[in-house]
């Protein structure tokens, strides 16, 4: 249910855009400059709610994010492949960590108000559609 569980929060992520695009805070911040901060602080404790959901699929990004929301520690790291051999001695590897030290939790924000950030960058890097395709044409060929 992997992918069923990512559209999920995909889904989550449109309605949080939906609301910021509909809400418009930067068009409030001359004349109703109190509701332009209510409206960023929802939209910041949504995407503080949303990197706790999207950890187990963006695992490197959402730790980028909760530092860039001023947070300290691991949400959810640092993660290490290991190898794990099942009762019937099959062996497979798995993606895991010391899960006593993360502070990330399953409950919705706990953005406090006024909590200093981190100062902005992109998440992800934009990619040249045709560079990507031609690498990874590349990359499989060599492969074979």
Request: contains cysteine.
């Amino acid at each position: 249910r992997f992918k069923a569980g990512l559209a999920e929060v995909m889904a989550l992520a449109t309605r949080v855009n939906r609301y910021l695009s509909a809400e418009a805070p930067w068009a409030l911040m001359d004349t109703y400059r109190g509701r332009a901060g209510t409206v960023l602080f929802v939209a910041l404790r949504c995407v503080d709610s949303l990197k706790v959901l999207f950890t187990p699929f963006l695992p490197h990004s959402s730790q980028a994010l909760h530092e860039l929301l001023g947070y300290e520690g691991w949400i959810a790291g640092p993660l290490e492949f290991r190898q794990v051999v099942d009762h019937d001695g099959s062996a497979h590897t798995v993606l895991t960590g010391d899960y006593a030290s993360w502070v990330g939790r399953w409950e919705p924000s706990r953005l406090a108000p006024g909590q200093p950030l981190r100062e902005p960058k992109p998440l992800f890097a934009k990619l040249d559609p045709t560079t990507v395709v031609a690498s990874e044409l590349g990359r499989m060929r060599g492969a074979a």
